[in-house]
């Protein structure tokens, strides 16, 4: 089979190739009017110095250190054709594009990662091209551009093929791959993605705890997602494990948040709760307001389902403000959605109406969002069947189950189904009301209740 020609970007096409270390430490050499002996001096042999300059061996960091000061010169430039302050320039660049993706920032972070191309394709470091495609990939991302993250991921994982690179390389790449083709609803890839992922960073034997945790927490999703809930739970186990034991609170929150989840869809509230607060108290540790304001979203449903609908409220409206106030609108939408949700089950469907006609306005068509979408919905839809608007109903409905008929989850088709169920009792259509409400128990034949 021929192997697949490495997509190579524009800019770096147009970059020249730099001198391999060999050519570079002959240069120098030559330069400073010093033969193969007088560099190798009582160290080497003359016949090593040839080997590194023909490139048939590789110094060790510490022998680039001492030809460096033979030579006079920067160790960095000896290495790479950089000098230490080049290098430096590129990855300060870098590191304040990560810090702001890891606040949230995204369209600064993506301007930064701009702002740095320049200097990071100056130094001609592959490994450090690679930060900077992971790291935009993943602003794009949650910023809903999934496709432009795709590209750059594919760019990376080309890569990391080279001999420079690691499994553990490798396995970032294809995780990041898994989280979005997850965030385009296509389950099944991402599973298989985190699988691969998985299999090359425990290969590897190299350190690699913090990436194997977020596989895990990932993977979880999927499975979820899939109605594995048996392979979720374990995922979430693992996941904790290695949590705990780095004793991470960036680690920890996202995992208590995954084992909050499916305690509420086990029906075991309380411990729901539990797992929420933890994950909120985490998130604020790192003073991360956009997830506490997620995790202010999920404890306003866990005290609705315990009674407290008034204290619900109260989270939903803390969920929204600060969302506002980190220019969130997907957890805006969340938050407006889960109010519109509360309003419908208390007995006020016109405001439940607007707020789901808000929450809808808000997301816009962003495809990774087509589970917020379809609940939205249809809230909306049950909205307008209790005020007897039941065409605005039907139509309602059927836009929920074509979001939800691009997810890889029955469960969601068949909410929709139910309420279409329900229109057609309302309608006294009781033979195509049987006809959904099958439709759906068969869907959800292996849920517990």
């Not at 193969?36 to 110095?49: L, N």
């Not at 590191?95 to 320049?118: C, G, N, V, W």
């Not at 969302?323 to 949700?341: C, F, I, M, P, T």
């Not at 007897?388 to 008929?405: K, P, Q, T, W, Y």
Request: hydrophobic share 45%; proline share 2%; aromatic share 6%.
């Amino acid at each position: 089979m021929t192997p697949r020609a490495a997509r190579v970007s524009p800019a770096a096409a147009a970059t020249p190739r730099a001198p391999r270390l060999g050519e570079r430490l002959r240069q120098l050499r030559v330069s400073a009017g010093l033969t193969q002996t007088d560099i190798a001096g009582d160290r080497f042999s003359k016949e090593y110095i040839s080997q590194i300059e023909r490139g048939k061996t590789r110094p060790t960091a510490e022998t680039i250190e001492w030809l460096a000061l033979r030579l006079r010169v920067d160790a960095g430039f000896l290495a790479s054709g950089v000098s230490a302050d080049e290098r430096a320039k590129a990855e300060t660049i870098l590191a304040r594009a990560d810090a702001l993706s890891k606040e949230h920032r995204f369209t600064e972070a993506i301007q930064e990662y701009t702002r740095a191309l320049p200097a990071v394709l100056g130094t001609g470091a592959a490994e450090l091209r690679v930060r900077a495609l992971n790291g935009e990939a993943m602003a794009h991302a949650q910023a809903g551009e999934v496709k432009a993250a795709l590209a750059m991921l594919a760019e990376s994982r080309s890569l990391v093929e080279g001999e420079s690179f690691s499994d553990v390389d490798r396995a970032d790449v294809l995780f990041r791959l898994g989280v979005c083709r997850y965030k385009l609803s296509s389950i099944s890839t991402s599973v298989a993605l985190f699988n691969e992922a998985l299999a090359l960073a425990e290969r590897s034997g190299l350190p690699s705890d913090e990436l194997k945790l977020n596989i895990f927490s990932w993977r979880s999703r999927c499975y979820r997602r899939q109605r594995d809930y048996e392979a979720a739970r374990e995922d979430v186990e693992r996941a904790l494990e290695l949590a705990e034991s780095l004793r991470d609170a960036r680690a920890l929150a996202p995992v208590y948040f995954q084992a909050s989840l499916l305690a509420e869809r086990d029906g075991h509230w309380v411990l729901a709760r539990s797992y929420a607060e933890k994950a909120k108290a985490q998130y604020e540790e790192i003073a991360d307001r956009g997830n506490v304001g997620r995790l202010l979203n999920n404890l306003g449903a866990m005290e609705f389902l315990l009674g407290s609908p008034d204290d619900a409220i109260e989270r939903f409206k803390q969920a929204y403000a600060i969302a506002l106030e980190v220019d969130r609108n997907e957890d805006a939408a969340g938050a407006v959605s889960s109010l519109a949700q509360v309003h419908l089950r208390t007995g006020d469907p016109k405001r439940a109406e607007e707020q789901a006609l808000l929450a809808l306005e808000i997301i816009g068509e962003r495809d990774d969002m087509l589970d917020h979408i379809g609940n939205a919905r249809l809230v909306l839809g049950r909205a307008l069947l209790e005020q007897d608007r039941l065409d605005e109903a039907e139509s309602a409905f059927a836009l929920a189950e074509d979001s939800f008929a691009k997810l890889s989850s029955a469960s969601h088709r068949a909410a929709a189904w139910i309420a279409q169920g329900d229109l057609a009792s309302r309608r006294t259509d009781e033979k195509r009301a049987a006809v959904l409400y099958r439709r759906a128990a068969e869907a959800l034949q292996d849920f517990r209740f």
